[in-house]
Nanobody, 119 residues
Framework: QVHLVESGGGLVQAGGSLRLSCRAS????????MGWYRQAPGKQRELVAS???????NYADSVRGRFTISIGNAVNTVYLEMNSLKPEDTAVYYC?????????????WGQGTQVTVSS
């Protein structure tokens, strides 16, 4: 079984910064990719940023240049550094991992962390 736990959300003023962390634990053989998604009220969940095992990254157009996804020094940890935050960045942010366990490979999700940006 695999667990993803996010932390680092909160309330920040427009123009401010936050760093989200996600740590995967459990029966992990390898991690193919990890990513951050977000879901605002009344909207569909959308990809914010992702990183694959080679280190290649991908960003949504709306956050490119402001957000940075990176792999942490701690085992199975990924960060999302968010700068120049805007009110439209307000959402619940979810960590996702495409993870290989002993039995299979699948997508796993964290419980989400709220990010609120005030104007």
């Amino acid at each position: 079984q695999v667990h993803l736990v996010e932390s680092g959300g909160g309330l920040v003023q427009a123009g401010g910064s936050l760093r989200l962390s996600c740590r995967a634990s459990g029966s992990i053989v390898s991690i193919n990719a990890m990513g951050w998604y977000r879901q605002a009220p009344g909207k569909q969940r959308e990809l914010v940023a992702s990183i694959i095992s080679s280190g290649r990254t991908n960003y949504a157009d709306s956050v490119r240049g402001r957000f940075t996804i990176s792999i942490g020094n701690a085992v199975n940890t990924v960060y999302l550094e968010m700068n120049s935050l805007k009110p439209e960045d307000t959402a619940v942010y979810y960590c996702n991992g495409n993870i290989r366990t002993r039995g299979s490979t699948g997508d796993y999700w964290g419980q989400g962390t709220q990010v609120t940006v005030s104007s």
